[in-house]
């Protein structure tokens, strides 16, 4: 028996053990099991309703989480355990699936840069607010952002959390994600260096490369370089090298790549596809390109 298989042993037996201890804390074995059933006191007086007792489920959420999901599903179990009546009717049950997979994501690593300045704007939550139900329709949206709520508490550790969506997340859906990150950090018109500077580190533990990371970076702090680099050239490539660029960023870029999230993702794609495309013209005409 390996280490895994034991703590996870351990886990279990420790969930079953917090549930029955909440639920016969919550009996009156007199009463058998109607807890509807009280007695009154010796006083006559009518007894206060019995104190809830909780806090059990959102640790073991995180432990069982951090078992079957690694950091994301530790901090996407806690956050479900604090949200325990939820979960006992499903409403929050997360089923994993390649669109699932990139919304889970998108709440941890959200959550990492809105917490990156030690505070959390309203013109931030209002951006990923509007994304999900934009994107994933309203009441699906609801429970996400209020998922959000619970995992902007938690203390996230971003290379833990960034190495593991790199190691099971496609390449071009990491490179929705980060152009989504930057749109959060872009949300109050402003670049904070410490929001810029952890999304840097998500995208080098993602294994995203440094071009790509400079491309997508480019297209929301613009300089007079901008169009360059979103193409990934230098300002003396020729016109040729030019051409040959935005032929491979738009490849690279396409929203089809994403289709497999579903049609809302590989619409928001289409924004990052559509700047390629504006970088490429504004070469153009500088250079009176045919």
């Not at 959102?58 to 009546?85: D, Q, R, V, Y």
């Not at 429970?143 to 971003?158: A, S, Y």
């Amino acid at each position: 028996m390996n280490t895994v298989t034991i703590i996870v042993i351990v886990i279990i037996a420790f969930f079953v053990y917090a549930l029955f201890t909440m639920r016969k804390k919550g009996e009156d074995p007199s009463q058998g099991t109607d807890t509807k059933k009280q007695r009154r006191s010796p006083s006559g007086e009518e007894p206060q309703a019995p104190r809830r007792r909780g806090g059990y489920g959102k640790w073991i959420g995180g432990g069982l989480g951090w078992a079957f999901g690694g950091p994301i599903g530790a901090i996407l179990g806690f956050a479900m355990g604090s949200m325990f009546e939820g979960m006992n009717s499903g409403k929050y049950a997360y089923q994993g699936t390649p669109r699932g997979d990139f919304a889970m994501s998108l709440l941890v690593l959200s959550a990492a840069v809105m917490k990156a300045d030690q505070k959390v704007l309203r013109s931030e939550l209002d951006y990923v607010r509007s994304f999900f139900y934009r994107q994933f329709g309203e009441t699906e949206g609801a429970r996400l952002i209020h998922m959000l709520g619970e995992i902007i508490k938690q203390d996230i550790n971003v290379q833990e959390v960034s190495i593991q969506v790199g190691q099971y997340m496609d390449y071009s859906s990491k490179l929705q994600l980060l152009h989504f990150l930057f749109g959060i950090a872009a949300a109050d018109n402003q670049y904070h260096p410490l929001e810029v500077s952890v999304i840097e580190q998500i995208s080098g533990y993602m294994g995203i490369s440094r071009a790509d990371y400079q491309s997508i970076h480019a297209m929301f702090v613009k300089d007079p370089h901008w169009a360059y680099e979103v193409l990934e050239i230098t300002e003396s490539a020729t016109d040729a090298e030019v051409k040959q660029a935005y032929r491979e960023m738009a490849k690279k870029h396409h929203p089809d790549k994403v289709a497999h999230l579903g049609e809302d993702i590989k619409k928001a794609a289409t924004e990052k596809f559509q700047q390629i495309s504006a970088a490429y013209e504004e070469i153009r005409k500088k250079r009176g390109m045919v």
